[in-house]
């Protein structure tokens, strides 16, 4: 498979840690390479790394959030090597204000090109001016020792719309080998910024997407990848699409980030992109959870091909359990080669999936990847009551309702990494399962709390509640 590239130390105390931005320094290393497309590297030691969002208490300001970081190593993921940080550490543009919830929305990439992957927030409640949810965007810079200081992408109309970063997407819109930023708004608005560094960006552009114009708190996704592989990358845009007044669900593809483009007749909370059948193509996978399934597209010379069309859910041959209404299947996506085959893999989670008699505990599913792109032969079933899965199934913990994959190890599969937002009566948990020859395994496998991480052990943290999205593929 191809490979573009896209330019605690001890346990840290709770509010206090995240008031003063207190960093984990990482071993020394040499001057990192460019970060493979994928995965997630802030300190450049080539291991990947996790970055999970916490409405979390800051110095006693409920809400306000804050991103944590988990440096992988040859051991995989520790909860003892965290990096906390929010709108009052070091360097970091804002201010921790009640309700922020800094960090709302997460995508990772290397936007300024130095071989460090860095983390860009999205902060749709946050107030800009007089605007109380104008929302905001910062870019968190990857260094050898972590998450470094922070530069504020400033919105170009902000008394156009409120909810700037709702949602994010990473990728190479231009082809001149530099990653560009796309934001979301409430409202059919996307901005894409080019020439992004510590001083900002270079240039930005509006793409008016035929998505309907909605409420700040809609749901709606935003990803990329190079679907017919001429060097730009394409932006998918999930939402209600309102050309010919229906609002029907619909993913639409806007080739290079430009003003044309193609529907999906899906409906996509959720997207995430990979080569799931290994043929140099990214292929995009939509969560969609309203419907409980996931729909595969598969990418090629001409683009996405709607005529291969595949629609996974739990009553697919092969796929573990059964579709029941409400469990939101496909809330959650990801991709990565969980098993070093050379195809990309998927996590898609179900956060009210009823686990035997527990609602509402939350499962994850794998569908592997194969010649013939995804499927249900192989698939694997995750939940808290798997063998070797730390913890037990609870009502109402919401297991997979964040899923990312990442290769923390540097064994050349990539790590399951799952949240659930509930647990611990809301504080929150993320688990760590290694990826291996037959998929995922419970060896090694590793779970947190927001406590142990460092935040408050107060319930309301949600921990676990969002990861970022990645570029994956070819």
């Known amino acids: 498979m191809r490979h573009r590239h896209l330019s605690r130390t001890a346990p840290v105390l709770a509010a206090a840690a995240v008031a003063a931005g207190l960093l984990a ?21 080539g291991y990947g790394d996790l970055v999970i969002a916490s409405e979390a208490t800051v110095s006693g300001v409920h809400g306000a959030g804050a991103v944590v970081v988990n440096t992988g190593s040859s051991g995989g993921i520790s909860a003892a090597r965290t990096q906390i940080v929010s709108q009052n550490s070091a360097g970091v543009p804002g201010a921790a204000e009640k ?34 949810d104008g929302g905001t965007v910062a870019v968190l810079w990857g260094s050898k020792s972590g998450l470094s200081g922070g530069t504020t992408i400033d919105d170009p109309a902000a ?19 530099r990653a560009d930023l796309a934001v979301g708004t409430s409202d059919e608005s996307v901005w894409i910024f080019g ?12 793409l008016k997407t035929a998505i309907a114009p909605t409420s700040p708190d809609y749901y709606r996704s935003l990803s990329a990848a190079d679907f017919d592989g001429d060097g730009h990358d ?21 080739p290079g980030a430009t003003g044309t483009y193609t529907a999906l007749p899906d409906e996509a909370p959720s997207a995430t992109t990979g080569d799931f ?20 597209y598969e990418g090629s010379a001409q683009g996405l091909r709607a005529s291969a069309r595949r629609v996974l859910t739990q009553d697919t041959p092969g796929v573990p359990g059964v579709t029941e209404p409400d469990d939101f299947f496909g809330e959650g996506v990801a991709a990565g080669d969980l098993n070093g085959d050379g195809y990309d893999d998927v996590a898609v989670g179900a956060e009210f999936e009823t686990v035997g008699s527990v609602p509402n505990a939350g499962s994850v599913t794998i569908l592997r990847g194969s010649p013939d792109g995804l499927t249900g032969t192989g698939a694997q079933a995750i939940h808290q009551g798997t063998a070797g899965v730390p913890g037990a ?7 997979g309702s964040a899923v990312h994959l990442t290769d923390t190890n540097r064994d050349g599969r990539a790590d399951l990494a ?57």
Do not use: C
């Open 277 to 296: 059948d290994g043929d140099g193509h990214d292929d995009l996978l939509l969560g969609s959870s309203d419907n409980n399934r996931a729909v595969a």
């Open 25 to 45: 320094a990482s071993p020394a290393h040499a001057a990192p390479a460019a970060v493979p497309r994928g995965q997630t590297d802030v300190n450049g030691d």
């Open 195 to 206: 020439g992004v560094t510590k001083g900002g960006a270079a240039s930005h552009r509006e």
């Open 393 to 399: 199934n609870e009502a109402y913990d919401r297991f």
């Open 99 to 132: 309700d922020d919830r800094f960090g709302s929305a997460l995508a990772t990439g290397d936007l300024n090109g130095d071989g460090y992957t860095d983390v860009v927030t999205g902060t749709p409640k946050e107030k800009v001016g007089s605007d109380a």
């Open 418 to 474: 799952v949240g659930a937002p509930m647990e611990n009566t809301s504080n929150g948990a993320v688990w760590s399962l290694r990826g291996g020859a037959s998929g995922i395994t419970t060896s090694h496998a590793v779970s947190f709390t927001a406590a142990t991480a460092g935040l408050p052990k107060d319930p309301y943290q949600y921990f676990g509640r969002s990861m970022p999205t990645t570029a994956h593929g070819s």
């Open 159 to 177: 008394s156009a719309h409120d909810a700037f970063g709702n949602r994010l997407a990473v990728g190479d819109f231009d082809a001149d080998g």
């Open 234 to 254: 394409d932006l998918v845009v999930g939402g209600r699409y309102d050309e010919d007044g229906s609002y029907d669900g619909a993913a639409l593809v806007y």
